[in-house]
Every structure is written in structure tokens, then in C-alpha cells.
């Protein structure tokens, strides 16, 4: 029975934070994933203090999931707290959207280290490390820049487990790093909006909670997008009194229930965060600077 402390597995993730920071010098630059449906809750702090002064781009990946509005206020908050210090831009390993940017933003932002291997006569590819949380998108976005399987990619997290060289189709060569979430969340909501996207495996957590919060969110963000997928009429909306109410009204609609009548919730759960998380709902970000 899973319980609901998340629990973590403190020697993977300790592994992980090693190889990044034992393979630092081994890169120019830094391409952090993070997910634009929760573009603060997928940045792990601990990367920043990882990376220090190391060259630094910011992917906000699954756009095409993701609020447009919302990612593009997110990407100019970024912009603006970091002082236009880190290169910020939204890309898509679904529809491949906003790849053909990355190849020209990293020249770009290398531009002075290109220069200066250029005039001491060195030939090699500019390197960059791909980090992120898991399940963010990492390996597709590297199948995606070098046109091949290169690196597994499945959507749940803990599929890339070390890391690996791959050459892009654009001559860089990236390093994939396993997704490393960071020891514990002060933030309940980060947690919260982690769990919803499927950073965390589901097996960790108690879904219908999951779902119930995630309904809460849609309920106050996006209903017209909650009330046409599950085709639920102004006044059955108004007659909700909370989230469980509105959780068993669409249990309901979708004949989600066991003996009884009584909603399965379970099913409910599953079916609520697999319908979010591949974008049947509509495009919803969870959070907003």
C-alpha cells in the first residue's frame, strides 16, 4: 500500500547529483529541461548550485501540453530574474516545435568559446549536459535533436538510469543525465504539481488525492476546459459544492462507479491524470509566477 509521504530513494538521486557534478568540465554549456506546465515546480534548486557560472539554457519543454499565455509570461520571468543571464525558450518533444531554435541559441550563447577555440586551432564539437527532473522530456528531446533512438525514452520517470553520449544531427554532442529530483519538498504544492505531471512515479503516491487537487486547480483555472471534456453543464458546475462532489459528478458521467453507484475511485484517478498529462483536457499550466 503506498503511503501517502512520498518516499524518495536518496542513493540513486545522490548518484545522480555526483556524475553532474563530476562531468561539469566536461561540457560548455548546460541545457536544463524543465516542464511548462510547472515551470517552477520542475526546477530543481539543487541544479543552480550545481552549475554555478557554467553557461546555461533553459528548455521549457512540453509546450504543446502547456497554457501558451502562461509559457510565454513564464519565459519572460525568467528572463527578467535571471537578468537575461540564462538563455530561456520554449521547445516541444511532442510536436518538435521550437527545436530548430536550440542549435542557434547554444552557438549563440557560446559564441565567445567557439571564437576562442577556433583561434587556438581546436577542432571538437561543443558538448552540453542535459539535466532535468524525470520524466520531463529529457531523452526525446535528444532523440529528437540527433533524428534517432539514441536515448530511452518512455513517459514515466527513471527510465535513464546513467548517462550517455549521443551526437546531434547540428555536430554538438550531449551528455543525458538521469532525471534528479532534489532530497524534500518544503512546498506542498510543488509536490502536488510534480505528482500531477508523472515526475513521480504513481506508485509513490495516492492518486485520487492527486486527482482531487488537480480537479481543484482546473475547477478554479480552466473550467470551460474541465466542463467540455467531461460534458458538465453550468448548472451541475455551480451545484459542486468542492472537489470530491465535482471528482464523483464526472466518475459519473464517464461510468466510472461500482455496486452502489458509488464512483471508483481509482479508476476515476487514473483516468483523470493520464487524460491531463496527454493533453485531452485541453493545454493547462498549474502554475503562474
Same mark, same amino acid.
Given at each position: ?6 518516499q524518495?530513494?536518496?542513493?540513486h ?6 556524475l553532474?557534478?563530476?562531468? #561539469? ?27 554555478d ?40 518533444c511532442?510536436t518538435?516545435?521550437g ?17 576562442h ?8 564539437p ?14 526525446t ?9 539514441k ?22 554532442? #550531449? ?18 504539481n ?7 512515479k504513481?506508485t ?11 480537479i ?10 474541465l ?27 464517464r ?5 452502489g ?20 483536457i ?8
Amino acid at each position: 500500500m503506498p503511503s501517502n509521504q512520498i518516499q524518495w530513494f536518496p542513493g540513486h538521486m545522490a548518484k545522480t547529483r555526483r556524475l553532474i557534478l563530476e562531468n #561539469l568540465s566536461s561540457v560548455d554549456i548546460i541545457l536544463e529541461i524543465l516542464d511548462a506546465r510547472i515551470p517552477y515546480s520542475s526546477k530543481n534548486p539543487e541544479i543552480d548550485r550545481m552549475i554555478d557560472i557554467k553557461p546555461h539554457i533553459i528548455i521549457l519543454n512540453k509546450s504543446s501540453l502547456a497554457d501558451s499565455h502562461a509559457t510565454s509570461v513564464w519565459i519572460s520571468y525568467y528572463r527578467k530574474a535571471l537578468q537575461n543571464e540564462i538563455s530561456v525558450i520554449a521547445a516541444d518533444c511532442i510536436t518538435g516545435e521550437g527545436f530548430s531554435s536550440i542549435a542557434s541559441e547554444i552557438r549563440r550563447v557560446l559564441s565567445d568559446k567557439i571564437e576562442h577555440l577556433k583561434q587556438k586551432g581546436v577542432e571538437r564539437p561543443l558538448r552540453a549536459m542535459v539535466v532535468g527532473i524525470p520524466n520531463v522530456g529529457k531523452s526525446t528531446i535528444i532523440n529528437k535533436m540527433t533524428g534517432a533512438k539514441k536515448a530511452a525514452a518512455e513517459n514515466r520517470p527513471g527510465v535513464t538510469l546513467t548517462k550517455q553520449w549521443v551526437r546531434t544531427k547540428d555536430g554538438f554532442d #550531449l551528455l543525458d543525465m538521469p532525471g534528479v529530483l532534489w532530497p524534500k519538498f518544503e512546498d506542498k504544492t510543488v509536490g502536488e504539481n510534480l505528482a500531477a505531471t508523472g515526475a513521480i512515479k504513481d506508485t509513490l503516491i495516492f492518486s485520487d488525492e492527486i486527482a482531487l487537487t488537480l480537479i481543484g486547480k482546473l475547477k478554479k483555472a480552466y473550467p470551460e476546459l474541465l466542463n467540455k471534456r467531461y460534458k458538465i453543464t453550468d448548472e451541475e458546475f455551480a451545484g459542486s459544492e468542492d472537489n470530491y462532489t465535482l471528482f464523483c459528478l464526472i466518475a459519473k458521467k464517464r461510468g466510472l462507479l461500482i455496486s452502489g453507484g458509488e464512483p471508483d475511485t481509482d479508476r476515476c484517478a487514473a483516468m483523470l491524470l493520464d487524460e491531463f498529462r496527454s493533453g485531452k483536457i485541453g493545454r493547462i499550466t498549474l502554475e503562474f509566477p
